[in-house]
């Protein structure tokens, strides 16, 4: 059974950062494709980021155009553990941030509908 528990959500201005962790249970990130998804009202979830495991050592990390740049996914092995370092935040991120598991590997890593798994999302707000 694979459990995801994000936190670190909140407010902050324009140009902040703020940096979201995600506690994972039953899906290793060598196992488990991590992403991390956002949704704002009256908007479908789209995909932020993800880290895939390549390998060896070796972590493909992915994302989207709008946070390339400005946003960096990390992991701690040893605590299971994901992270969505947020920078130079904008007012048009403010979003329910979600992270989510895809236990098959699935080849694209943006599609929400390869996700098995989904934390219950924490509240990022950017304020102006």
């Known amino acids: 059974q694979v459990s995801l528990a994000e936190s670190g959500g909140g407010l902050v201005q324009a140009g902040g950062s703020l940096r979201l962790s995600c506690a994972a249970s039953?899906?290793?990130?060598?196992?488990?494709?991590m992403g991390w998804f956002r949704q704002s009202p009256g908007k479908e979830r789209e995909f932020v980021a993800a880290s895939k495991w390549g390998g060896g050592i070796t972590y493909y990390t992915f994302y989207s155009e709008p946070v390339k740049g400005r946003f960096t996914i990390s992991r701690d092995n040893a605590k299971n553990t994901m992270y969505l370092q947020m920078n130079a935040l904008k007012p048009e991120d403010t979003a329910v941030y979600f992270c989510?598991?895809?236990?098959?590997?699935?080849?694209?890593?943006?599609?929400?509908?390869?996700?098995?798994?989904w934390g219950q999302g924490t509240q990022v707000t950017v304020s102006s």
């Open positions: 039953g899906c290793t990130f060598r196992s488990c494709v």
């Open positions: 989510a598991a895809d236990s098959s590997r699935s080849r694209s890593v943006s599609d929400r509908d390869n996700y098995d798994y």
